[in-house]
């Protein structure tokens, strides 16, 4: 029942799989779809609170990553979305970097070595660079608090008050933290898109990844998440499409795929699938993705359009039917 995995590889992609039945079930996931990386949520992603892990299924969990080789090095887990480190009102925050503790501490229960998180949002009532101090400050102390997480900070696409769209902002927060062993970088390619980061060319990709080398470092860089964009280059939206498919288009991937700077790290699938949540459509892209591997020449594709899935339809048809 299971896709073949690569070996042999310097590319590990995979996607975000499930963990429902219990946390040990995303190894499952990931191995029906072919992945040599997974992502997962922690806990329910919309929750403040989670029952504990069940210790049978932390045990599972271990067991199986080492039965079927994924190294915490190429497991991503993902942060709730609810945690926001850089809100300047000082309860609030305290809520956010308790459910952010107990998820490194999460990681640590399940042998895991790297969390991404979303750096958090002024809300309209700091400044960006207090509100970057604040989130700084957080991971300091997170990090005092455990032993040997990384914690991972994604870049953003931008609206509103949001922290993070911006190389130079990540910069900063590296810059304040103390331990700079245990801090990193992902970049999702469709929030670096909607920021205005430009990847659909080789000069534009270069342009891009030299600035991320300059402001950040491609030692700090933990993982990618690679998604297309249905919405077009700067425009602030987080609008995930599938892999070739979005106004990013099919070659800026092949340049992500042969890209050596991008080895050893996960390449996780966050793109959208269909009506069922068939995991086969993630399947089927990273057969895509790495069948771009070698491939020299540019890919040039007419997919401008915004990507509509099928899961989007099933959508529209039920609103009409009702």
Known sequence: MFAKRLSNITKYVGAHVSISGG???AITNSLFIGGNAFAIFLRNQRRWTAPPLDPKNIEAFRENCLQHNYASKFILPHGSYLINLGNPDQEKREKSYQAFLEDLRRCELLGLTLYNFHPGSTVGNCTKEQSIQ????????????TSNVTCVIENMAGSGNIIGSRFEELADIISRVDDKNRVGVCIDTCHAFAAGYDLRTNKAYEETMQEFSRHIGFQYLRGMHLNDSETELGSLRD???????GHIGLEAFRLIMNDDRLNEIPLILETPIGPDDELSDYHKEIELLYGLIG???PITTNCVKTHITEKNKAKRKSKKSK
Do not use: M, T, W, Y
Not at 239 to 245: E, F, V
């Open 23 to 25: 946390v040990q079930n």
């Open 134 to 145: 604040h989130i700084a400050d957080c991971i300091n102390r997170a990090l005092k608090e």
């Open 239 to 245: 609008r995930h499409a599938n892999i070739g498919k």
């Open 295 to 297: 491939k020299k020449s």
